[in-house]
């Protein structure tokens, strides 16, 4: 059984960059599609974008111009960069897998991350 | 991007009822890349229907989906008090994938 967890600091500064790491476990990291999605009262679920283990990379366009994501098969870990992040990148941060790019099977349990001075 | 709407928003209901919920789409696509999820309060979502009819691992039978084009639904038949949770529609069918923004059901 596959299972996620996020890390990653809680309070990022305005303008500065945020930066979530999710380690997977029970199973190869190469086998799956992985993906960042945030949740917030606001928006709601908002999918960010996706990378595979060839570090091929889908993001939204919404984030494109300030989102990076990386995988390290190594250290069985994805990460999600976004730049520049506002008080409107205040959410609970998720880290999700699927047996396909488009679906989301199993989810980490979220991180919290709030954007304040 | 796709645009999906869920209505109710809210759905007050009572253990054993059945429960109906609609996911409607801004524009049409096939019901194979239609994803239903729940979410309990403190928990991540957790995928209960795919292709709009097909049952995650582990799901009971009493979830249904239906849908096609636009309109898309959830039917839980028989209310369970484990049932009473928020629900999203997620479309795959293009990129970005989106989400609705969620039916409540409580008790």
């Known amino acids: 059984q596959v299972q996620l967890q996020g890390s990653g600091p809680r309070l990022v500064k305005p303008s500065e960059t945020l930066s979530l790491t999710c380690s997977v476990s029970g199973d190869s990291i190469s086998d799956y599609y992985w993906n960042w999605i945030r949740q917030t009262p606001g928006k709601g679920l908002e999918w960010i974008g996706s990378v595979y283990f060839r570090a091929t990379t889908n993001y939204n366009p919404s984030f494109e111009s300030r989102v990076s994501m990386s995988i390290d098969t190594s250290k069985s870990q994805f990460s999600l960069h976004l730049s520049s992040v506002t008080a409107a990148d205040t959410a609970t941060y998720y880290c999700a897998g699927g047996y396909s790019s488009r679906l989301f099977h199993f989810w980490g349990q979220g991180t919290r991350v709030s954007v304040s001075s | 991007e796709i645009v999906l709407t869920q209505s109710p928003g809210t759905l007050s209901l009572s253990p054993g009822e059945r429960a109906t919920l609609s996911c409607r789409a801004s524009q049409s696509f096939s019901a194979s890349f239609l994803a239903w999820y729940q979410q309990r309060p403190g928990q991540p979502p957790r995928l209960v229907i795919s292709?709009?009819?097909n049952r995650a691992a582990g799901i009971p039978d009493r979830f249904g989906g239906s849908g096609s084009g636009t309109d898309f639904t959830l039917t839980i038949s028989r209310l369970e008090p484990e049932d009473f949770a928020v629900y999203y529609c997620?479309?795959?069918?293009?990129?970005?994938?989106?989400f609705g923004q969620g039916t409540k059901v409580e008790i």
């Open positions: 292709g709009a009819s």
């Open positions: 997620q479309q795959y069918a293009d990129s970005p994938r989106t």
